[in-house]
Nanobody, 124 residues
Framework: QVQLVESGGGSVQPGESLTLACAAS????????ITWFRQAPGKGREGVAM????????FYADFVNRRFTISKDNAKNTVYLEMNNLKTADTGMYYC?????????????????WGQGTQVTVSS
């Protein structure tokens, strides 16, 4: 049973925007931390942004530099990542994850459940 499904990736030019979506099953979505990670070719997975689907703060990686916004639609059990002013360095596979077991929000090892990923390519 697939419980996290990412969508919205694509190929864009530097400076353009994309919005990714992470659709979760109801059991995975309610009162959960959902985090976006990304993985560039040849590199490890790094945390991008996290939110709590209840009431709570959001977290962003320093490299986001106010270009990305994480948001949620509780009626759709979906978390979004709006990415603006994309750079070539943002290229990679983007994953959403949940079932956090503790530890730092941006530690991939802290999450048990992952989606299959959606590819983002930024190139001129």
């Amino acid at each position: 049973q697939v419980q996290l499904v990412e969508s919205g990736g694509g190929s864009v030019q530097p400076g353009e925007s994309l919005t990714l979506a992470c659709a979760a099953s109801a059991s995975k979505y309610k009162d959960s931390y959902i985090t976006w990670f990304r993985q560039a070719p040849g590199k490890g997975r790094e945390g991008v942004a996290m939110l709590y689907t209840g009431i709570g703060p959001t977290f962003y990686a320093d490299f986001v530099n106010r270009r990305f916004t994480i948001s949620k639609d509780n009626a759709k059990n979906t978390v979004y990542l709006e990415m603006n002013n994309l750079k070539t360095a943002d290229t990679g596979m983007y994953y959403c994850a949940t079932d956090r077991r503790g530890g730092m929000w941006n530690d991939p090892g802290a999450y048990k459940s992952w989606g299959q990923g959606t590819q983002v390519t930024v190139s001129s």
